[in-house]
């Protein structure tokens, strides 16, 4: 419930696979593969550049997400359960 409301409330790129609900892995894999393989085909230059984005949500400040989905019109309660699950949070390495 709470994915549908933020997503409705913060729409995903199309491209977006992780953290969804959808099979898309694949479909990214296979869209340069057909670009190559038809500019193999009709003999044109084609240029791909893959961004790595690993480290993005190391970046992003939880308040800054809070204040992105206040800004949105997220329900209070959903902003109020997406904020409890950054209190206190840490990680062991055992």
Known sequence: IVMAILTSA?????????FTCV????KNLKLPQLLV???????????????DIAKTF?????????????QRG???????LVSEMYK????YID
């Open 74 to 80: 997220v329900d209070p309660h959903v902003i109020h």
């Open 37 to 51: 393989k038809h500019c193999k085909r009709e003999k044109c230059e084609l240029g791909i550049v893959f961004v």
């Open 10 to 18: 913060c729409p995903l790129n199309p491209r977006q696979k992780g």
């Open 23 to 26: 099979l898309g892995c694949s």
């Open 88 to 91: 206190n949070i840490t990680t």
């Open 58 to 70: 190391d970046t992003v400040s939880h308040q800054h997400i809070i204040t992105g989905l206040r």
